[in-house]
């Protein structure tokens, strides 16, 4: 079992930027094998993968935020992070760090609906115009 707990969210003007963290802890001794990432959900939208490090370690983003967001992570503090720039209203959402293992760890990513690793509880980054 892996537990997440995501910190860094809160409330930004357009054009600024939040640095989102998520702490990994239980059984993390494989943690650098597993594929991590960031999903995001608004009210009322389905929950989607905006960054993601795959199963080689290759970084992945969604349109949406490519250019603008930074994923990175610390493997030996089992810490993934998120830098999010030149923020934009529609960037509003509960962001969820999401961790997975196995072979094809990163299929839940590209596939949200068949996600079946572990989440974060969550947290709120909310961003006026």
């Known amino acids: 079992q892996v537990q997440l707990v995501e910190s860094g969210g809160g409330a930004v003007q357009a054009g600024g930027s939040l640095r989102l963290s998520c702490a990994a802890s239980?059984?993390?001794?494989?943690?650098?094998?597993?594929?991590m990432g960031w999903f995001r959900q608004a009210p009322g939208k389905e929950r989607e993968a905006i960054a993601w490090?795959?199963?080689?370690?290759?970084?992945n983003y969604a349109e949406s935020v490519k250019g603008r967001f930074t994923i990175s992570r610390d493997n030996g503090k089992g810490a993934l992070y998120l830098q999010m720039n030149s923020l934009k209203p529609s960037d509003s959402s509960m962001y969820y760090c999401?961790?997975?293992?196995?072979?094809?760890?990163?299929?839940?990513?590209?596939?949200?609906?068949?996600?079946?690793?572990?989440w974060g509880q969550g947290i709120q980054v909310t961003v006026s115009s």
């Open positions: 239980g059984n993390t001794v494989s943690i650098s094998t597993y594929c």
């Open positions: 999401a961790a997975d293992h196995g072979y094809d760890c990163d299929s839940g990513f590209v596939r949200p609906d068949i996600f079946a690793g572990y």
């Open positions: 490090f795959d199963p080689d370690g290759r970084v």
